[in-house]
């Protein structure tokens, strides 16, 4: 058997190749990636100054909600933006996560701590049943089943009362603890949700700069090109979908034990849907677009308490303008500013 | 020379009552580049699917390396070693050039997704062995230099250089080229031939389907011609030439176009 190998780099001396590499993308590669992690845990120190500077328990609140909303936002980003699949039933497995978690707490004393994981294992289980069939199928058959699969969670939320308390919600959900201390207040519950949300961004951070995250983009692109390579597309597809319902099921253990309370509603179709626009107004696709989702997925509401309607219109018109004049997404926003600037001063 | 790297036994292909391909029987052999030729609709580019997975044959055998390997999905049959380029580009355009051939090397790798989240050492030590390898690769192919640019930008010439590099990137033993130089300039297309001449000096096996005869002439040991799914006629280049079939079929066509 002859071995052709076209990588050995017998073509250019080792030590230009090497020289090479050293100068050219390689570096600029790993200082790009780097920069990155650099930018989360700068921003994530900064953050833990909210609970000292907020003027009240209500701000910590929003910061809490805001942080929840990230993990929900990043985890719907990382299957529609990366993995190129449109799940219209994330909001199930948010509520899918915070019912697991919640009612093994309530009905049979499971510590959060547990629940944690128990509801990422859970909402990833439920994800992975759905997927398996689902995937296989090429068009929009996970958009559908999605769809389906949330309507028949809100159901069961609203009517085994027995279990998850009904339309009155899931009432006395115990806080997370910490040596015996109840983490009960907005303060204390934030390290947890501050650090859960670190770990999580990390976490898909890593993922987008791995073999496993390169494969998902190119499937998403290309998955005929992907095919060809060796590329499992449909096992990959299936670990993306099944990976982002587990984060989903995290937001949500999170959600019930600093709220200490779930409400059918909050986990309905019209928030999958919502949250599907947070991934788009941010940036599909693009790292840090689910900061910025989950920036104005938190606040605006809070701007329009007195006028319900008026948030959904709002939301309604923000994207299609935003779309429409920077179809990346705000995340998009810089670059394509710096490109029209370019272009100005060259024409 | 005798090492048989790809082996097709009575394929034949049927699409609602179209008959592509017909009884067709072929072999590959190790460290050869055989070129299947034939008039539009002779069978061609039904014969790189079949081989590639992406469709079924009604009934026949395709072994590759003595093994069967027609039940396979197409990435099954990429890991055993068989890589491809596209007539009309599968590359992934929202990625960096150096990205492309990175995901090439994917089978190299074995990092999980654990591993992935962590990004501990060892995933690392195996990225900066991925990167070397794509870098290596861009070298030889002229692209270092737009290493970080998004592939979709590059020109018609780059996308195919970049195409092969991607395919090269899994160190394939068996090449399938669909249509390598169509739609290039006469100096990228020799400059193409000269790389796949070159990667055959180092071992490589090719088979490509081409509509360039210059190119198939000069760079084929062997040519196989199709005609409405048939084989018509089997041998070097000079055979190929003077078979009569041939020349009633096909060549008298071809080289007026």
């Known amino acids: 058997m002859v071995s052709a190998s076209p990588v050995s780099g017998t073509h250019v001396a080792p030590s230009a190749a090497r020289e090479s590499l050293r100068m050219q993308p390689r570096s600029r590669f790993a200082i790009w990636r780097s920069s990155d992690h650099v930018r989360l845990v700068l921003i994530w120190l900064a953050l833990l100054a909210v609970p000292f500077i907020a003027p009240n328990a209500y701000v910590v609140s929003l910061a809490n909600l805001a942080l929840i909303n990230l993990i929900l936002i990043a985890s719907l980003n990382l299957l529609m933006g990366f993995g190129g699949q449109i799940s219209l039933g994330q909001a199930g497995f948010f509520g899918l996560g915070a019912y697991a978690s919640g009612v093994l707490n309530v009905k049979w004393g499971v510590s959060a701590w547990l629940g944690l994981p128990a509801a990422a294992l859970i909402a990833g289980v439920a994800a992975f049943v759905i997927g398996l069939p689902t995937l296989r199928l090429r068009g929009h058959y996970l958009s559908m089943a999605t769809l389906g699969w949330n309507a028949i969670l809100v159901v069961f939320f609203n009517q085994f009362v027995s279990l998850t308390g009904g339309p009155n919600g899931l009432l006395g959900v115990k806080p997370f603890a910490f040596f015996g201390i109840a983490l009960d207040t907005e303060q204390r519950a934030f390290p947890v949700v501050w650090l859960a949300s670190l770990l999580i961004m990390l976490a898909i951070l890593n993922l987008l700069h791995s073999r496993i995250g390169r494969a998902l983009r190119a499937v998403a692109t290309n998955e005929l090109g992907a095919d060809a390579i060796g590329i499992d597309s449909f096992g990959i597809k299936l670990m993306c979908f099944t990976v982002s319902a587990a984060l989903a099921g995290i937001a949500g253990s999170l959600y019930v034990h600093v709220n200490q309370y779930a409400s059918p509603d909050t986990f309905g179709i019209s928030i999958s849907i919502l949250l599907i626009v947070m991934v788009a107004l941010g940036g599909s696709g693009t790292y840090w677009g689910p900061c910025l989702g989950a920036l104005i997925y938190t606040a605006v509401p809070q701007l329009l308490l007195n006028y319900e309607d008026a948030e959904l219109m709002l939301f309604g018109l923000g994207m299609l303008v935003v779309l429409i004049v920077f179809p990346g997404g705000l995340a998009g926003v810089p670059d394509a500013l710096r490109r029209r600037f370019a272009s100005w001063r060259h024409p | ?257």
């Open chain 2, 1 to 257: 020379m005798t090492e048989k790297l790809l082996q097709v036994d009575d394929l034949t292909c049927r699409f609602d009552g179209v008959t592509a391909i017909a009884d067709l029987s072929f072999d590959v052999s190790v460290g050869e580049i055989k070129a299947v030729i034939g008039p539009n609709g002779a069978g061609k580019s039904t014969l790189f699917n079949v081989i590639a997975g992406v469709t079924r044959a009604s009934s026949g055998q395709v072994r590759f390396d003595g093994e069967r390997i027609d039940h396979l999905p197409t990435f099954r049959r990429a890991r055993r070693g068989i890589a491809r380029t596209f007539q009309n580009l599968q590359i992934f355009r929202e990625m960096s050039v150096l990205e492309n051939v990175m995901v090439g090397r994917h089978t190299h790798g074995a990092a999980g997704l654990m591993q992935a989240i962590i990004h501990g050492p060892a995933l690392q030590a195996e990225e900066h062995a991925i990167v070397a390898a794509a870098m290596d690769l861009l070298n030889r192919f002229g692209l270092a230099g737009k290493a970080d640019v998004q592939a979709g930008t590059l020109s018609f010439g780059q996308l195919k250089m970049l195409e092969l590099a991607r395919a090269l990137a899994s160190e394939p033993r068996l090449l399938l080229l669909d249509e390598p130089v169509a739609g290039l300039p006469r100096a990228e297309a020799d400059q193409m031939g000269e790389i796949i001449s070159g990667l055959n000096r180092e071992g490589m096996t090719v088979l490509l389907v081409e509509h360039n005869m210059r190119m198939v002439m000069s760079l084929s040991h062997d040519i196989l011609v199709l005609n409405n799914g048939y084989r018509i006629a089997e041998g070097t280049a000079d055979e190929v030439r003077r078979n009569r079939e041939v020349l009633a079929a096909y060549l008298g066509e071809a080289e007026d176009a």
